[in-house]
């Protein structure tokens, strides 16, 4: 019964897809098509890819969007992980991962040896791409997702080690904050929240783009402590 | 000149360091979330008068709107997060001794971003950034309705989490409709543009974004989780989750109907779909035994009412709506508090639990009769202001179809009265039962009777005085319903 | 002193009542006396002031207006007194029950809200100070616990849902005239074009009728007179209900006059005609009713139903002397209702709450003062000549039968032929017959109770032989509401409107009385003898001392077969069941399972998406 | 058909999302909704990039070897998936603690016995 | 000057007549039975022999009870036109009724109340059960008849278009007796003339043999006397009030004590032949064929004056 409804349902939905794609055209291929894309106009992204470059100096124009000119929904976006690595420890606040059998048990010299060879190496690459995130594919998010990988691995490699989450919550404290205060220092110097203040530098170079590169790094070190943060939480006792 | 900007920066900002804080001192924590809120109060209280003139347009990364992000501190805007600033606070100051479990170092910081999200979303001028306020406040609130990690809490949180999630999906099918057929984001080019494009993609993005956000609105049949949530959080989140968050919803519908499409076509449909909510909720709420089960159906009633209101597309109607909000916001806000600590005097949620509560807790009971009357809409008290404004409005409008529509929902203000007036019956009329547990920690502490009695006070003194709001309720409905307007607000010539 | 200064000697009254409460019981009691000797001196010395002014400017965009006309002024007289005889009531009454702070404060909050409907130059402060009435009488009615709590929610809720229809009928007006004054709304309304409509007239009705308790919205009134505490009883009875009347006479006449009034609901049902049948059914069957009630109080509450009948009729009439007869007999009903409620009171207090007929008996032999006034206050609710509510009902009948609606009159006369059924009823089981045991060293009512009693009988013969008093104050708001206005004399009436004197028929009274009483006195002094004495025959009285007034209509009862029920009760219960029950099936959409609840979301999604291919949106 | 061709990308996110809401609707073990719920979120995200797409853009990054001339395609969208995809990344870690509390709680996973609460 | 002769004459016509009328009662069952029956004046001599015994009292509503019920029905019979005055000039106003601008028809129905009533309340204060189921049967019975009683008078009034008492009859002694114009309302009076005098079928209010008089179970000396001069003013009363209403009161005051004698025999008649009935069945007859004789003839009248 459940089934059916559900199906009928769903196909009214895909029905109300089909009704959107069909006619005019959509998306941007559409408004091409249409010859709706203008240039310099803001539709569809053409004025940040036209004019983007020469504005923020930012050779990586995804970058350029994310953190200038939709800066303010990416504080929002960090927001939202640090929301939820706090709503995550409180939820599960007080509970203690069920001892199993293979915690007990000391992980074999290997792997433990590897896990730390690998984990400055991770750590390498994680930095690498978040402090190139304004200049190649890559960012805040993705370098922070590699660190956080890195800390993954040490919690299942060498189960001993316990991460210092004193440590990791001032992290993503403090570069939470640094992210606030780099836009409020727009605020106070241009009298616009976000805004680039710093000299852009030169396009391509890594000293360029302004404030982004350095928002980036704090959102690399903020990602990467809360991810880490969060693996911590879901496999130990979280106090 | 202060920004409104500094409205969401601040509260974020502090909300970063609480953590920092509570390094340093546990107790200073607490105080983090008040300190926030405060300062947006102040800041939103000062704004107000200029944005009651015109909007304030807050450009980010220095570009100008459409480029980039915007802020639109309109009337309703700042009007609105006066209030939740207001509520916030006083919910804040109750929280910090009433939060005694579980990891208060979260609380704090989960509570203030909280009301960052819902800040956000009303002051918002983008449509995506709008999303992801909304995100920041449902996210949040997940997390505190699962707060106490308790059977029921969790179960709730759990459920709210997947209703919601799909409710933001369906929110982000809307905007990527819309993107896809107009190209842009910014909500007021959105809708300089929105007229000369095709109906159906239009109305399915609406749809789409009606059913999305109607999810946190509470709109029937959207609103199963809330009784859930609004149910087993902690009272302090309750009353801010039933007096602010779901609000956003209800702005956030307005805004993409009104503003963004200038949908009327869809109003009458509202406008029942907000008689049934009414009808629903009140009909749930008057069999309920558990006290905050039935604060939350109850809830679930005054959302239909005010989405029937906004529905009614005319000035009186949507500032009717807008005080509304603001009487039921208060109002819900103090009935949880007050409920909050009978809830731990007795150690139970059923009703008859609160039997003689007037003699054990009389300042507690006082306010929560208070509370109770306003949201019936008894005078002299504020409930009365707005619901007499609504009915205004519907007769204003003249239309046999809205006055049909209100002669229903009133019946939905009956059964109201039936069970607010059981509730005041048992907490004054019913002797209190012999031998009764009497735990010492549940007596209300000066931190809870002081924003009780405050939200108590405030709800008889604009219930007498509702000129100190009536003031701004007139822009903010022209805010809401003057489009062009809008749009050359924000978009300059 | 204006209406503004008594209003807020009344509410501040209420309030600072119960703050001395705080401090001392005894100075609460004394201010709250004082407080209402002071409000019945003022609206006294207001007599014949007439007044309208602003004093709430731009309350949500209107203007709140208080007025001082004659109506009004006669209505505030009546809440005024009433108010004040059963507050020094109270006094004893509530003495050493609980939260007596909450019910002086409750009680002087309920009449100073009367007060402010009565002074009123507007609808919506109307309906504020109505709305406060209401919730503040709930909270009263609720006092006793027990039961009480069933019938205050029983009364609040019919009250709100008459109070949502109120408030859609006057915004109408609101939506359409575009102010709320009611004499700027009154000039509007006769000025334009067309007539009233009747949804208006109607919703108003329910608002009205349901406070005023018009059949078939009369089900909360027996149960929550019967259960309030007995001064309240006597507030809600007394005036209370009455401001549903003022609310008629106000919206009929003050606002709509006359001329449209005749009009609305033409050509098939006029709506005064319906009131009049209304009216008379409501005469009728309550009276039957409480013929057959056992508890004191509720007898009294089914009587005011059947009082009420009287006032309705004469004002669905639309007669000068119909009106005048409505009024007068507000006024008397008030009175000698408020002195019945209060002499069961007494008893009450007196014998430790009990009011049912059955089981008491023979206390004229302890109370004799308030036998006495209890007795003249029957008379005047059967409405004997030489009381006050003679000359009402006789006004009432008059008009009735000059008019030409001999059906409608015999209601009248046969709700008068039950009055006198169920007023002996009530004092014989109350006073009457034997005196149970356990009464026999019962105490006479202390004077505070006893005061208002006889205050009220005074007011109640004297009215009856001088009804002058009050008719020329009567004849003047008819005469305001677009009337002829009723001239009376003072003993009665000329010969233009009916014979009628009732100097001389108290003059005759009086003399064969005389004559009467020597012829007796020739005749030997009777020996006093114990009740039991003479049918026990001199032998020992029987161990139970049976009491022969239980049923004591049991023919009546037997005859009409349990038929004499109160249906609509029934009914009303009934659906209030079946409403339940729906609510608690609507409930059950909650199902607890998740996925159900994400049905639903999408459900809405699919529905707004049909209903757009299907062009409905 | 032609249809199915310029749209072929939209279709398969829909289905997705589709497929996602299926499995949300139907599945009574709580891990399989909240991978549906995952299902929907990637399906969006896909929609969102694909919006943008423009047939024969590049990727909107700049470098010194194409530094003009290519058509670039949107990069909003890529922006907002971006921060679409940190979002239900969000949602995911707090589902999957939830979950965990209440497998904790009711020793069970299947929806149809967690209802605790109801009416 | 003459009002007060009036004002003193009415009410002794009344209670000499009524007494006599008693006597004559008696004396007609007794004939009818095939007795030789007491002497007319036996109820002079009751009296006389009732004041000179001392009573018992049982409290102060006792004895006042009485009082009132006598005061209301000589009040009453002011009211009440007593033929007309051709006869005896001296006495003017054309009729011989005191208080006729006092007070029309209303207010004599009114007062026909309290002689009940003042019974009721002293019989109650005799705490006596027969007394008790005397009065509960007295006032059902009141309200048995009082139905027909009112639906014909309001038809009467109607027919005339006045509530006046004195105009009812002028009128009809100019336009023809209003048992000619209003036929039905007189039966239906005439059939509950016995009702309201509470004579057999209907004297179970006072039924001797069964509930020992009723409410006079515990009176003696003075005030059994003066109940016993209530009745007789109260049968007085209600005779002379169907004559007013339908058979054109008198054109003087022999002519109306004339009509008043012939209407009182044919009551006897029925009296004297008929069994007592129960209340539940006084009740059901009098709300059926009189009450409703009445309500057809008020529908006649009111259809016909607003045709």
Same mark, same amino acid.
């Given at each position: ?239 | ?493 | ?617 | ?119 | ?7 003193? &004459? $009415?009410?002794?016509?009344? #209670?000499? +007549?009524?007494?006599? =009328?008693?006597? /004559?009662?008696?004396?007609?069952? *007794? ?67 005191? &208080? $006729?601008?006092?007070?029309? #028809?209303? +207010?004599?129905?009114? =007062?026909?109340? /309290?002689?009940?009533?003042?019974? *009721? ?82 004297? /179970? ?103």
């Amino acid at each position: 019964m459940r089934k059916q409804i559900s199906l009928l349902l769903l196909l009214i939905v895909a029905a109300g897809f089909a009704l959107c794609l069909a006619g005019a055209p959509f998306g941007a291929e559409g408004a091409r098509e249409s010859r709706r894309l203008v240039k310099d106009n803001v539709n569809y992204g053409r004025r940040y890819v036209s004019k983007g470059l020469d504005e923020n100096r930012c050779a990586n124009i995804v970058t350029s969007v994310v953190l200038n000119y939709r800066g303010f929904d990416t504080l929002g976006e960090v927001t939202i992980l640090f929301i939820a690595a706090l709503g995550l420890g409180a939820v599960l606040y007080g509970r203690r991962a069920g001892a199993s059998p293979d915690e007990a048990q000391r992980p074999s010299l290997i792997l433990s040896t590897g896990c730390r060879l690998l984990f400055p190496l991770i750590m390498l690459v994680g930095i690498y791409i978040f402090i190139h995130g304004h200049l190649s594919p890559g960012g805040g998010f993705q370098g922070g997702a590699v660190i956080a990988s890195g800390f993954l691995l040490i919690c299942l490699g060498c189960r001993k080690k316990k991460l210092n989450s004193v440590a990791l919550g001032a992290a993503e404290s403090l570069s939470g904050l640094a992210f606030v205060l780099l836009a409020l220092i727009g605020l106070a110097v241009g009298g616009s929240f976000l805004l680039n203040f710093l000299p852009t530098g030169k396009v391509y170079a890594l000293f360029s783009g302004g404030i982004i590169p350095l928002i980036y790094i704090a959102i690399g070190v903020k990602v990467g402590s809360e991810l880490s943060g969060i693996i911590d939480n879901l496999s130990g006792e979280v106090r | 000149m202060v920004s409104p900007i500094l409205l969401i920066a601040v509260p974020l900002a502090l909300a970063f360091l609480t953590p920092m804080v509570g390094l340093a001192s546990k107790s200073a924590r607490r105080y983090m979330p008040a300190i926030a809120m405060l300062f947006n109060f102040i800041v939103a209280m000062s704004l107000l008068p200029k944005a009651l003139e015109a909007p304030i347009i807050v450009r980010t990364a220095g570009w100008a709107p459409p480029l980039s992000i915007h802020l639109v501190a309109g009337p309703l805007g700042l009007l609105l997060s006066s209030l939740v600033a207001l509520i916030g606070l006083l919910v804040a100051i109750y929280g910090i001794d009433y939060i005694r479990e579980g990891a208060r170092a979260r609380y704090d910081v989960l509570y203030t971003l909280l009301l960052v999200g819902a800040t956000g979303v009303v002051l918002t001028g983008d449509l995506f950034n709008l999303f992801v306020f909304f995100e920041v406040l449902c996210i949040s609130s997940y997390a505190l309705v699962a707060y106490r990690g308790d059977s029921a809490g969790v179960e709730a949180g759990m459920k709210y989490l997947i209703q919601g999630a799909i409710g933001s999906s369906l929110v982000l099918i809307g905007i990527g409709l819309l993107y896809g057929t107009v190209g842009t984001l910014s909500m007021a080019d959105i809708a300089s543009s929105v007229g000369s494009v095709a109906g159906s993609r239009l109305f399915i993005s609406l749809a789409f974004m009606i059913a999305g956000f109607g999810v946190e609105a509470a709109i029937f049949p959207l609103n199963a989780w809330l009784p859930d949530a609004h149910s087993s959080a902690p009272s302090s989140i309750s009353a801010v989750l039933s007096g602010v968050a779901i609000k956003a919803g209800l702005y956030a519908i307005a805004r993409v109907v009104y503003t963004v499409y200038g949908a009327s076509s869809i109003l009458p449909f509202l406008a029942v779909l907000g008689v049934v909510t009414l009808l629903v909720g009140e009909m749930c709420a008057f069999a309920q035994e558990d006290i905050k089960r039935l604060l939350a159906f109850s809830s679930i009633g005054q959302m239909g009412l005010i989405l029937f209101a906004l529905a009614l597309s005319s000035a009186t109607g949507i500032s009717g709506a807008v005080f509304l909000i603001i009487s039921h916001g208060l109002a819900k806000a103090l009935l949880f508090l007050a409920t909050g600590y009978m809830i731990y005097r007795t150690g139970s949620r059923d009703i008859s639990s609160l039997a003689g509560m007037g003699k054990r807790m009389p300042i507690m009971s006082l306010c929560f009769t208070v509370g109770a009357f306003s949201l019936m809409g008894l005078p002299p008290f504020v409930g009365f202001a707005s619901k007499f404004t609504i009915v205004r409005a519907v007769l204003g409008t003249g239309s046999t179809f809205f006055i049909t529509l209100l002669a229903i929902g009133l019946i939905g203000t009956v059964i109201e009265g039936a069970y607010f007036l059981r509730i005041v019956q048992w907490l004054y009329f019913k002797p209190a039962p012999e031998a009764m547990p009497e735990q010492t920690e549940g007596r209300a502490p000066l931190t809870a009777l002081v924003p009780v009695g405050l939200l108590a006070v405030l709800i008889v003194t604009i219930g007498l005085l509702p000129g100190i709001v009536g003031r701004a309720l007139g822009p903010a409905a022209d805010d809401l319903l003057d489009r062009a307007a809008y749009i050359q607000h924000v978009m300059g010539d | 002193m204006s209406a503004q200064g008594i209003l807020i000697t009344a509410f501040a009254g209420a309030g600072l009542s119960y703050a001395l409460g705080l401090t001392s019981a005894r100075l609460r009691e004394v201010f709250a006396i004082v407080v209402s000797v002071l409000l019945v001196c003022l609206i006294a010395i207001t007599h014949g002031q007439g007044a309208e002014h602003v004093y709430y400017p731009d309350f949500l965009g209107l203007d709140l207006v208080l007025r001082m006309d004659a109506l009004a002024w006669f209505f505030a007289i009546t809440v005024s007194m009433v108010g004040c005889l059963s507050v020094i009531f109270s006094l004893h009454y509530v003495r050493g029950k609980e939260k007596e702070n909450f019910y002086y404060f409750a009680l002087l909050l309920v009449n100073a809200a009367m007060l402010g409907i009565v002074l009123s130059g507007d609808l919506l402060s109307f309906f504020i100070f109505w709305e406060i009435m209401s919730w503040a009488a709930f909270l009263l009615i609720s006092y006793k616990r027990g039961r009480a709590l069933d019938a205050g929610l029983k009364y609040v809720i019919m009250s709100i849902l008459g109070s949502c229809a109120m408030l859609l009928a006057l915004l109408y007006l609101y939506a359409n005239y575009n102010t709320l004054v009611i004499s700027d709304l009154a000039q509007q309304i006769r000025s334009a074009a067309g007539g009233f409509p009747l949804w208006v007239m109607l919703a108003f009705a329910l608002g009205f009728g349901i406070k005023c308790a018009l059949i078939p919205l009369h089900t909360w009134l027996p149960d929550a007179h019967s259960e309030a505490p007995s001064p309240f009883s006597a507030v809600l009875s007394g005036i209370l209900i009455k401001m549903g009347i003022y609310g008629f006479i106000l919206v009929m006449y003050g606002v709509v006059g006359l001329k449209l009034l005749l009009e609305v609901g033409a050509p098939w049902l006029h709506f005064h005609t319906v009131l009049c049948w209304l009216g008379a059914i409501t005469i009728l069957i309550p009276t039957f009713i409480a013929l057959l009630q056992d508890d004191a109080k509720r007898l009294l509450a089914w009587s005011s139903i059947g009082q009420i009948g009287y006032i309705m009729l004469a004002i669905g009439v639309a007669t000068s002397l119909g009106l005048a007869g409505a009024l007068f007999h507000t006024l008397n009903h008030a009175v000698f209702k408020a002195l019945l409620f209060l002499a069961v009171g007494a008893v009450e207090y007196k014998t430790g709450g009990v009011r049912d007929l059955n089981r008491l008996g023979g206390l004229i032999r302890r109370m004799p003062v308030t036998f006495a006034c209890a007795l003249i206050g029957g008379l005047g609710l059967i409405g004997v000549p030489l009381t006050s509510g003679f000359v009402s009902k006789w006004l009432i009948y008059k008009t009735l039968i000059t008019e030409g609606h001999p059906f409608l009159a015999l209601a009248a006369l046969v709700g008068t032929w039950g009055a006198i059924l169920y007023v002996y009823k009530l004092l014989h089981n109350m006073f009457l017959g034997q005196l149970p045991e356990k009464y026999a060293n019962l105490e006479a009512a202390p004077f505070s109770m006893q005061l208002p009693l006889m205050i009220c009988g005074f007011i109640i013969v004297l009215f009856g032989i001088l009804p002058g008093i009050p008719l020329s104050v009567i004849g003047g708001i008819v005469g305001t509401l677009g009337f002829e206005p009723v001239t009376a004399t003072l003993t009665g009436f000329g010969p233009q409107i009916g014979p009628l004197n009732t100097l001389n028929l108290c003059a005759a009274f009086a003399g064969v009385l005389l004559v009467i009483v020597a012829f007796r006195g020739i005749a030997a002094r009777p020996k006093p003898v114990s009740q039991d004495d003479s049918y026990a025959a001199g032998a020992a009285a029987p161990a139970g001392k049976y009491h022969h007034t239980v049923r004591f209509y049991d023919p009546l009862e037997r005859m009409t077969g349990g038929y004499l029920r109160d249906w609509v009760d029934q009914f009303y219960l009934s659906a209030a069941g079946k409403a339940k029950g729906v609510f608690n099936g609507v409930r059950r959409i909650y199902t607890g399972d998740v996925r159900t609840y994400v049905m639903y979301i999408v459900a809405l999604l699919t529905f707004l998406i049909f209903a757009h291919t299907a062009g409905w949106l | 058909m032609n249809f199915l061709t310029s749209y072929i990308h939209y279709v398969g996110c829909f289905a997705l999302v589709l497929i996602g809401l299926y499995v949300a609707l139907v599945k009574s073990n709580l891990i399989k909704v909240i991978i549906g719920i995952n299902l929907i979120d990637t399906g969006v995200n896909l929609f969102l990039v694909a919006t943008g797409y423009l047939g024969g853009g590049t990727a909107p990054i700049f470098s010194k070897a194409a530094e003009q001339s290519q058509e670039m395609v949107d990069p909003v969208p890529q922006a907002l998936v971006l921060t679409a995809i940190v979002i239900g990344v969000s949602v995911l870690a707090l589902a999957l603690a939830l979950a965990i509390k209440v497998y904790d709680h009711n020793g069970t996973l299947d929806l149809r016995k967690l209802k605790g609460l109801k009416w | 000057m003459t009002r007060i002769i009036q004002l003193v &004459l $009415s009410p002794l016509i009344a #209670l000499v +007549v009524g007494v006599l =009328l008693l006597g /004559l009662s008696r004396k007609i069952i *007794a004939r009818i039975h095939r007795r030789y029956g007491p002497p007319i004046y036996q109820p002079v001599i009751d009296v006389i022999r009732m004041m000179s015994q001392r009573s018992i009292s049982h409290g102060s509503l006792f004895d006042l009870g009485v009082v009132f019920a006598l005061a209301g029905s000589l009040v009453t019979v002011m009211f009440i036109p007593l033929g007309g005055t051709q006869a005896c000039q001296p006495f003017a106003h054309g009729v011989l009724c005191p &208080l $006729s601008s006092s007070g029309g #028809l209303l +207010v004599v129905m009114y =007062l026909m109340l /309290l002689g009940p009533l003042g019974l *009721a309340l002293g019989a109650g204060d005799s705490a006596n059960p027969n007394a008790s189921i005397g009065v509960s049967r007295k006032l059902l019975l009141a309200l048995a008849y009082e139905v027909p009683f009112l639906l014909v008078i309001l038809a009467v009034m109607s027919h005339y278009e006045t509530i006046s008492l004195t105009e009812i009859v002028a009128r009809q002694q100019q336009a023809g007796w209003g048992a000619l114009s209003v036929p039905l309302s007189a039966v239906a009076a005439f059939l509950i003339l016995p009702a309201m005098l509470g004579v057999r079928p209907f004297d /179970l209010v006072s039924a001797p043999q069964e509930i020992a008089s009723g409410p006079m179970a515990e009176y003696g000396g003075r005030s059994l006397a003066l109940i016993k001069l209530y009745g007789a003013t109260h049968l007085f009363l209600v005779i002379a009030l169907f004559v007013d209403l339908f058979l054109g009161g008198g054109v003087n005051l022999a002519t109306f004590l004339l009509k008043m004698l012939i209407v009182f025999m044919a009551v006897e008649m029925i009296n004297a032949v008929l069994p007592r009935v129960k209340i539940e069945d006084a009740i059901k007859f009098c709300w059926k064929w009189p009450a409703g004789l009445a309500l057809l003839q008020m529908a006649i009248t009111v259809l016909s004056k607003s045709g």
